[in-house]
């Protein structure tokens, strides 16, 4: 079979899984729990993780001696693509799979692998990202949660707070960057830690959001153990590990988020046409931009994914994520703006709910996963070679 | 469809730069435009005949190298960076593509091989259009008489029509239909050279008056129908959009140069927070009109004539603006300096002007691409 026979395969695969099992119990998850939409049937979409694991869709690019498919990428993005077009709810496994698995496959001891890996590829264990702290945001490197080294079994004991944990509520592990090392500054001295959530030293408390919904937390540590074998690298390391972590979100799963984003513009038209708006000259021109920032962003990643990027594309590629956040957060200003006072009045019209949730959420997509701000400068920095910003000494 | 770049195309892409950036400098193009535009013709032989870049898209069975449209907008787009001044996108991006869509026995046998081959140059009298419906703008008429006919009419501003050797005129005949004539020096053209802003593309103005033109003058096959004018065009645009995209690149590149070295304030004014900002959102612009190009030229040789006017009216809206913006930042970031004629800003800031308006300004292109995605105005 030929690589192109062999994704149509693939997706025929795919789409016809889908419409089979994303359906009576599992329809109301289609569309739902995007980012910022997190917290939305959380069981119902805990059970939806066992429910792609039994068909083997978790995790298909994970190599098959750990229990996944070897898709390549183009493969992969196939597959993201069916599962956008079905409406597949936001992956409750997402970090398991598109972060900690990729990292511990990469990094982690064989221990490590064969008791994580598992429940992940399954979708019987789910994981969180602690990362941002209330004085580390933009600044990651300024974390000042500490572990301290238990000399009598080895293990680290963790004291401070992580904030903004994404669905902590809902995980059973957390992995958390902090400080080993007394009196270390910025990026050394950091660790790379497995944390079980379900024990005393951990305390969880969710933060409503702009939607009403709470889908991130503060999540506090007092002496929480981790295992001495839970520690990924080397102590002092962490920083090179949790970089590496962020790597591993190569943009695949954005070809398959441009689906979603395809039906997002797509509902906006046909409601622009239902109530006249698409005759206003000034809505029509915005509908058009729309349109073409959907064009440029298919063919921008598709240039970043592709085998042999050159120089120029790499480069390109650091606009991705400026490029689509941004264009998503126009657009839900374009669905309310198309919806006029409608916008402003809450009903259960599906429609009409699933663009307010488009207008609130994706005030989030320029803020989380480097904001709007970060991102210029490190393509300023990086992509055009201007000089670093300078670091200042309050504290 | 795959967007990677193949050896061949990144080999003529590069190949290409360096032989512009021999020959083509800012030292060069200021010899023309301190003279009053024109072009290069030293620059345009060698182009034309010993390079071959204009054989780039033609088709084989006429004479050319029968490429997709990634090659031919790879070299707009180093010319544009360049701002090389010759009629190649007239002659390449215009003319070679309406006689491929429409020319019968003789533009296919004579006229497409004589351009593969670099002996001349062309161009086509087009309107200000961007779209095959406004072939309704065609206001030259074409009587029959005896053999031959009798052209009528003017056209306000054609590129490069000073200096070509070829004037493609879409000329309407009585019933209605569009039909190509070839017209060449030795006819009784009149010609008008327009003094212009931007000296890099020269423009003139075509006046024709009870011209007798010989039966074999009349070039198409079947007169130009919508769907071939569409395609035609849109090779035109899609190779204006890479042109573009090329000239938004080196200025935003020659203003990096200068922040870099200028100090104020005891640094180096792009260490300040708001210029890396303002030149990391033109990288954001550049990066998304660049894939929107190579998207378009990529699955340009599929599409139907209606797909590929979306797909590069896309393209051009974001090239056009992104040239302008990348010109007027760098007027702006270069201050007292970029507002002198010895600093080149100008030039690209004043080809952004004019190339903003050839064939259809952008709002012209969201209105098709309105039209397109969402039904036309009076029907949604
Ligand atoms: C929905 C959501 C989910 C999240 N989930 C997680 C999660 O699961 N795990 C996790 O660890 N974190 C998570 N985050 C946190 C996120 O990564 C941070 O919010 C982000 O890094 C910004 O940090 P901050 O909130 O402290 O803002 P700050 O860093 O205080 O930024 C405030 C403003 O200052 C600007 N700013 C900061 N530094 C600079 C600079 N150098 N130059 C110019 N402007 C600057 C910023 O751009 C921003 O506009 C989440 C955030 C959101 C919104």
Same mark, same amino acid.
């Not at chain 1, 981790?226 to 690298?233: K, P």
């Not at chain 2, 600093?343 to 397109?372: C, M, T, V, W």
């Given at each position: @079979?030929?690589?192109?026979?062999?994704?149509?395969?693939?997706?025929?695969?795919?789409?016809?899984?889908?419409?089979?099992?994303?359906?009576?119990?599992? %329809?109301?998850?289609?569309?739902?729990?995007?980012?910022?939409?997190?917290?939305?049937?959380?069981?119902?979409?805990?059970?939806?993780?066992?429910?792609? %694991?039994?068909?083997?869709?978790?995790?298909?690019?994970?190599?098959?001696?750990?229990?996944?498919?070897?898709?390549?990428?183009?493969?992969?993005?196939?597959? =993201?693509?069916?599962?956008?077009?079905?409406?597949?709810?936001?992956?409750?496994?997402?970090?398991?799979?598109?972060?900690?698995?990729?990292?511990?496959?990469?990094?982690?001891?064989?221990?490590?692998?064969?008791?994580?890996?598992?429940?992940?590829?399954?979708?019987?264990?789910?994981?969180?990202?602690?990362?941002?702290?209330?004085?580390?945001?933009?600044?990651?490197?300024?974390?000042?949660?500490? %572990?301290?080294?238990?000399?009598?079994?080895? *293990?680290?004991?963790?004291?401070?707070?992580?904030?903004?944990?994404?669905?902590?509520?809902?995980?059973?592990?957390?992995?958390?960057?902090?400080?080993?090392?007394?009196?270390?500054?910025?990026?050394?001295?950091?660790?790379?830690?497995?944390?079980?959530?379900?024990?005393?030293?951990?305390?969880?408390?969710?933060?409503? =959001? #702009?939607?009403?919904?709470?889908?991130?937390?503060?999540?506090?540590?007092? *002496?929480?153990?981790?295992?001495?074998?839970?520690?990924?690298?080397?102590?002092?390391?962490?920083?090179?590990?949790? @970089? %590496?972590?962020?790597?591993?979100?190569?943009?695949?799963?954005?070809?398959?988020?441009?689906?979603?984003?395809? =039906?997002?513009?797509?509902?906006?038209?046909?409601?622009?046409?239902?109530?006249?708006?698409?005759?206003?000259?000034?809505?029509?021109?915005? $509908?058009?931009?729309?349109?073409?920032?959907?064009?440029?962003?298919?063919?921008?990643?598709?240039?970043?994914?592709?085998?042999?990027?050159?120089? *120029?594309?790499?480069?390109?590629?650091?606009?991705?994520?400026?490029?689509?956040?941004?264009?998503?957060?126009?657009?839900?200003?374009?669905? @309310?703006?198309?919806?006029?006072?409608?916008?402003? $009045?809450?009903?259960? *019209?599906?429609?009409?709910?699933?663009?307010? =949730?488009?207008?609130?959420?994706?005030?989030?997509?320029?803020?989380?996963?480097?904001?709007?701000? #970060?991102?210029?400068?490190?393509?300023?920095?990086?992509?055009?070679? @201007?000089?670093?910003?300078?670091?200042?000494?309050?504290? | 469809?795959?967007?990677?770049?193949?050896?061949?195309? &990144?080999?003529?892409?590069?190949?290409?730069?360096?032989?512009?950036?021999?020959?083509?400098?800012?030292? +060069?193009?200021?010899?023309?435009?301190?003279?009053?535009?024109?072009?290069?013709?030293?620059?345009?032989?060698?182009?034309?005949?010993?390079?071959?870049?204009?054989?780039?898209?033609?088709?084989?069975?006429?004479?050319?190298?029968?490429?997709?449209?990634?090659?031919?907008?790879?070299?707009?787009?180093?010319?544009? /960076?360049?701002? !090389?001044?010759?009629?190649?996108?007239?002659?390449?991006?215009? !003319?070679?593509?309406?006689?491929?869509?429409?020319?019968?026995?003789?533009?296919?046998?004579?006229?497409?091989?004589?351009?593969?081959?670099?002996?001349?140059?062309?161009?086509?009298?087009?309107?200000?259009?961007?779209?095959?419906?406004?072939?309704?703008?065609?206001?030259?008429?074409?009587?029959?008489?005896?053999?031959?006919? &009798?052209?009528?009419?003017?056209?306000?501003?054609?590129?490069?029509?000073?200096?070509?050797?070829?004037?493609?005129?879409? !000329?309407?005949?009585?019933?209605?239909?569009?039909?190509?004539?070839?017209?060449?020096?030795?006819?009784?053209?009149?010609?008008?050279?327009?003094?212009?802003?931007?000296?890099?593309?020269?423009?003139?103005?075509?006046?024709?008056? +009870?011209?007798?033109?010989?039966?074999?003058?009349?070039?198409?096959?079947?007169?130009?129908?919508?769907?071939?004018?569409?395609?035609?065009?849109?090779?035109?645009?899609?190779?204006?959009?890479?042109?573009?995209?090329?000239?938004?690149?080196?200025?935003?590149?020659?203003?990096?140069?200068?922040?870099?070295? &200028?100090?104020?304030?005891?640094?180096?004014?792009?260490?300040?927070?708001?210029?890396?900002?303002?030149?990391?959102?033109?990288?954001?612009?550049?990066?998304?009109?660049?894939?929107?190009?190579?998207?378009?030229? /990529?699955?340009?040789?599929?599409?139907?004539?209606?797909?590929?006017?979306?797909?590069?009216?896309?393209?051009?809206?974001?090239?056009?603006?992104?040239?302008?913006? !990348?010109?007027?930042?760098?007027?702006?970031?270069?201050?007292?300096?970029?507002?002198?004629?010895?600093?080149?800003?100008?030039?690209?800031?004043?080809?952004?002007?004019?190339?903003?308006?050839?064939?259809?300004?952008?709002?012209?292109?969201?209105?098709?691409?309105?039209?397109?995605?969402?039904?036309?105005?009076?029907?949604?």
């Amino acid at each position: @079979m030929s690589e192109a026979e062999g994704i149509k395969a693939l997706r025929t695969e795919a789409a016809q899984w889908l419409a089979e099992h994303l359906t009576g119990k599992y %329809a109301p998850l289609r569309h739902r729990g995007g980012s910022g939409d997190g917290d939305a049937f959380p069981e119902l979409r805990k059970e939806w993780e066992r429910e792609l %694991a039994s068909g083997r869709w978790t995790c298909p690019g994970w190599p098959p001696e750990h229990g996944g498919r070897g898709l390549s990428i183009a493969e992969q993005v196939a597959f =993201q693509e069916e599962y956008g077009l079905a409406g597949g709810p936001g992956r409750m496994g997402h970090i398991g799979e598109g972060l900690v698995g990729p990292t511990l496959i990469a990094f982690g001891t064989d221990d490590q692998k064969s008791r994580f890996l598992p429940g992940i590829l399954n979708g019987t264990e789910f994981w969180c990202q602690g990362y941002s702290e209330p004085s580390a945001g933009s600044d990651l490197g300024n974390i000042k949660t500490r %572990a301290r080294l238990d000399p009598a079994t080895g *293990d680290w004991l963790v004291t401070g707070q992580k904030v903004w944990t994404s669905l902590a509520h809902l995980s059973d592990w957390i992995f958390v960057l902090a400080r080993c090392e007394e009196g270390s500054v910025g990026r050394n001295g950091l660790i790379f830690l497995l944390i079980k959530i379900d024990q005393p030293g951990v305390e969880i408390r969710p933060i409503r =959001q #702009i939607g009403g919904g709470a889908e991130f937390n503060e999540v506090f540590f007092a *002496d929480a153990r981790a295992h001495a074998r839970d520690v990924v690298g080397q102590p002092g390391d962490g920083w090179r590990i949790a @970089m %590496a972590l962020l790597g591993f979100e190569r943009g695949i799963s954005t070809l398959g988020q441009q689906m979603s984003f395809a =039906q997002e513009l797509d509902l906006i038209i046909e409601i622009a046409k239902e109530n006249g708006t698409a005759l206003r000259p000034a809505i029509r021109h915005r $509908i058009a931009r729309a349109w073409i920032g959907l064009r440029a962003m298919r063919y921008l990643a598709m240039r970043v994914l592709s085998t042999d990027p050159d120089g *120029d594309v790499q480069r390109e590629g650091l606009s991705y994520k400026y490029h689509w956040s941004n264009w998503h957060r126009d657009l839900g200003k374009l669905a @309310m703006d198309v919806l006029g006072p409608e916008a402003n $009045i809450i009903s259960d *019209d599906w429609r009409r709910e699933r663009l307010q =949730q488009l207008f609130l959420f994706s005030r989030a997509d320029t803020i989380y996963g480097g904001t709007n701000e #970060i991102q210029l400068n490190i393509l300023a920095e990086q992509g055009l070679g @201007m000089p670093r910003e300078p670091r200042g000494t309050s504290k | 469809m795959n967007l990677d770049l193949t050896a061949d195309q &990144r080999a003529i892409r590069d190949e290409a730069g360096r032989f512009l950036d021999e020959n083509s400098s800012s030292k +060069d193009v200021r010899r023309i435009v301190d003279a009053g535009g024109g072009t290069d013709e030293a620059l345009w032989r060698t182009v034309a005949r010993d390079l071959g870049w204009c054989a780039m898209s033609i088709p084989e069975e006429c004479g050319g190298l029968g490429l997709d449209m990634t090659e031919m907008s790879l070299l707009m787009e180093v010319c544009g /960076a360049h701002l !090389a001044c010759m009629p190649l996108w007239s002659t390449a991006c215009l !003319a070679a593509p309406l006689l491929v869509e429409t020319g019968n026995e003789r533009a296919r046998e004579t006229l497409l091989p004589a351009i593969a081959g670099g002996e001349i140059s062309a161009t086509v009298a087009w309107p200000a259009l961007a779209h095959a419906e406004q072939l309704i703008a065609i206001s030259v008429t074409a009587r029959p008489e005896g053999e031959g006919y &009798r052209l009528e009419g003017e056209v306000a501003m054609v590129a490069d029509l000073p200096g070509a050797d070829l004037i493609l005129v879409p !000329a309407r005949l009585p019933d209605g239909t569009v039909a190509l004539f070839a017209l060449d020096r030795t006819l009784p053209l009149k010609i008008t050279v327009l003094k212009t802003l931007d000296a890099t593309r020269p423009l003139g103005a075509l006046s024709l008056t +009870d011209l007798a033109v010989p039966a074999e003058g009349r070039v198409d096959e079947n007169g130009i129908g919508a769907s071939a004018a569409e395609r035609a065009l849109a090779f035109g645009i899609l190779g204006l959009a890479a042109e573009q995209l090329g000239a938004a690149r080196a200025v935003m590149d020659l203003t990096l140069a200068y922040i870099g070295e &200028r100090v104020q304030f005891g640094r180096t004014i792009a260490s300040f927070q708001a210029i890396k900002h303002r030149c990391a959102k033109l990288e954001v612009d550049f990066a998304e009109a660049r894939s929107l190009v190579y998207g378009a030229a /990529a699955g340009f040789s599929d599409w139907s004539g209606e797909e590929a006017n979306a797909e590069v009216a896309a393209a051009r809206v974001l090239a056009s603006e992104l040239l302008f913006r !990348a010109a007027e930042e760098s007027i702006q970031l270069h201050g007292g300096v970029g507002f002198t004629w010895e600093y080149d800003p100008h030039l690209y800031f004043k080809r952004a002007q004019a190339s903003n308006a050839l064939l259809g300004a952008p709002e012209g292109h969201l209105d098709a691409i309105a039209d397109a995605i969402i039904g036309r105005g009076a029907e949604a």
